[in-house]
Structure formats: C-alpha cells, structure tokens
C-alpha cells in the first residue's frame, strides 16, 4: 500500500506539468459549467410550509423531489464528462511513467481519443449497474408497504450497499483494462473481476484509505474557500441564518469553485495513480507483468519478446 501510495505521488511530481495542466484545465471546466447550471438551470429553492397539512407535505415532498432531479441530472453529465476525460488522460500519463518514459498532452490525449467511446460506455454503465441494484433491493419493500414494507426497505438498504460496495471493488481495474489493453467494456469488466479475485479485501483498504485521504485534502483546501464565499455572499449566509433554503449568487458560487479546482489538482492524480498501479500491481502478481515491463522499457537482459500467453499491451 506504501508504494502504490509512493508511487503516485511521485509520478505527480515527476509529470506535475502535464498532470496539472490536465486537471486544471478540466477542473476548470466542470467548475465555470457548474457554475452556469446552479445560476441559470437549477430551479429555484422549493418554499416550505414550518406546519403543513397532509397534501400540503405531499405537495412540498413532490415539488421538492422534482426540483432535486432536476438540479441533480446536469451536475450527473458534467461529472461523468470530467471522469471520462480525467481517467482516459491520467492513465495514459501513469501507464508512460511507469516504463520512465516522458509523455506530453499531446501525446496523451492521441493515444486515448480512440478509448473515449468505450470508456465513456463503461463510466455509463457503473452508476447504472449500481442503480439497478438500489431498485432491486428496494422495491419489494416499497410494493409490500405498511411497518412490513418498511422493515424491508431497510434490509434491502443495507444489502443493496453492500453488492454496490462489492462490484465496485470488483470492477475497479476496468478502467485501466480498458484504456491500456484496448478491450471492450464488458470484456474490461470481466478483466477487472479476474484480476481483484482472491484480492477483494485488499484493494478494498487500499481504494477506502484513498478515498479517505483524498476527502480529507478535499476538505482541507476546500473549507476555507467556502467560509470566504460565505463571507463574500451575504445574502446566501443570512439564508442560512434564517432558517431558509440559501440562493447563493456568483461570489459565493466563483470562490467556492477556484477551491474546488485547487483539490481537484491535487487529488485527482493521486486518485487515478493509485487505480493504474493497483491495475499493474495485480497483473505483476498473476502474470509477472514486471518482466514485460523492463523488456519494454529496454532494460538489459530481458530480450525483446514478451512471454508466451501475456495479454497484450
């Protein structure tokens, strides 16, 4: 864990060029579209009654859920847009510096153009895999109804998590899979679930504790922007105050955004080093991928012809 941890920070600092330019400029994108859809498409904070009847709750419950969706599913595209883009480019940048070699935006983005189709079906398919999983555990509690029905509501809750907790890990190393050794995304995710298994718990610690430090930087860098957007936007924070839904307008929505792409900067590197080298880890593991790797990085006394039955690269 150490060293994956070691050796992608240290790749951040040996490419920070071209790494930072990568997530900077993205960042900065998802941030300013971000931005424009909080200001112009997210609908307006629902009013809530402090004592309502029960169809005025009904009718606030309703009015409240559309208004989540709706705010929700523009926020969904930009997230998955900047995860195609950061995935496809961090892993091309890793997988180059593993082998030493130096690789420029250029010659990352070249290289990972003809993946983006299929990654972008693969960063689709995830989250719907996990929704499918979520309807599936719900709704028998939510067909039953009555203290049965929500006794199985919660029970199919909790199981639902833990199979969405499950095939995450399991399929983790697609991404990787897809990108470096050109397969389709069905084929990516048949790959990764081979190559966590009999590793499940182990790359469960690793991806857990990456998610941790990564949330702690996050907040770390993020916590001070949003107090001085606070500051900045007095309407928003006497919302707040009031007991109101806040309606944060453009000082508040700008500073908390350069934090959110400060953390980005830093820890989306990190994030995608830590896949990619889990993704090579296991296959050093399964099939001695460390001797392909010097022979192709052209270290002496490896030859030049890869073993017999390795995948290809």
Do not use: C
Request: a positive charge; proline letters at 5%.
């Amino acid at each position: 864990m150490g060293e994956i941890f070691e050796g992608a920070v240290s790749t951040l600092r040996r490419h920070w060029r071209t790494m930072l330019t990568i997530t900077v400029t993205i960042s900065v994108i998802a941030q300013l579209a971000n931005t424009l859809t909080n200001l112009y498409l997210t609908p307006d904070p629902v009013r809530v009654d402090a004592k309502p009847g029960s169809a005025e709750a009904l009718r606030q419950s309703v009015e409240y859920l559309q208004a989540s969706l709706l705010g929700l599913v523009p926020t969904m595209i930009i997230t998955m847009v900047v995860t195609l883009f950061t995935t496809a480019l961090l892993t091309i940048v890793m997988s180059r510096s593993v082998l030493g070699r130096p690789v420029t935006l250029a010659e990352a983005w070249r290289e990972a153009r003809p993946r983006l189709p299929q990654l972008l079906g693969l960063i689709a398919l995830m989250p719907a895999i996990a929704l499918a999983v979520t309807v599936v555990g719900l709704l028998p509690g939510m067909l039953v109804g009555g203290t049965v029905g929500r006794t199985l509501i919660a029970f199919g809750t909790i199981a639902a998590i833990a199979v969405v907790i499950w095939l995450y890990i399991r399929f983790v190393l697609a991404s990787p899979a897809l990108m470096l050794e050109r397969q389709g995304v069905i084929a990516s995710l048949r790959r990764s679930s081979k190559l966590v298994q009999n590793a499940w718990w182990r790359i469960f610690g690793i991806i857990l504790l990456t998610l941790v430090i990564t949330l702690l930087v996050t907040l770390v860098v993020a916590v001070p922007f949003t107090v001085i957007g606070f500051i900045a936007d007095g309407s928003g924070i006497g919302d707040l105050m009031a007991g109101r839904n806040p309606d944060f307008g453009w000082q508040f929505l700008t500073i908390t955004g350069i934090g959110g792409v400060i953390a980005a900067a830093i820890t989306s590197p990190v994030s995608a080093g830590v896949t990619v080298l889990l993704y090579i880890d296991q296959r050093i593991r399964r099939e001695a991928l460390d001797l392909e790797l010097a022979r192709a990085a052209g270290l002496p006394g490896y030859g030049t012809e890869p073993p017999s039955g390795a995948p290809a690269n």
